[in-house]
């Protein structure tokens, strides 16, 4: 599984990857009204963290297949 950074687009291959890096994006932190509980994406568009968190689940679902 890939975890993309949602600012700038680079990708990391493991979620505690992706939270090191979102602390180089403070910004990201600051604006925005919903937050992910199980990483670091945030948007101010509630039907975006939906399909967000929807990612979350499928992900998951694939690892435990396999």
């Given amino acids: 599984t890939v975890y993309p950074c949602m600012i700038c687009g680079k990708k990391f291959k ?3 990857f992706l939270k090191r ?3 180089n994006h403070p910004e ?3 604006k925005k009204k919903y937050r992910c ?3 670091d994406y945030t948007t101010n568009k509630k039907i975006s ?3 967000h ?3 979350h689940k499928l992900t998951s679902k694939a690892e ?3």
Wanted: glycine share 4%; with cysteine; net charge positive.
């Fill in 14 to 16: 493991s979620r505690g």
């Fill in 21 to 23: 890096h979102m602390k």
């Fill in 28 to 30: 990201h932190l600051t």
């Fill in 37 to 39: 509980t199980d990483c």
């Fill in 49 to 51: 963290l939906h399909n």
């Fill in 53 to 55: 968190l929807e990612s």
């Fill in 64 to 66: 435990k297949a396999i």
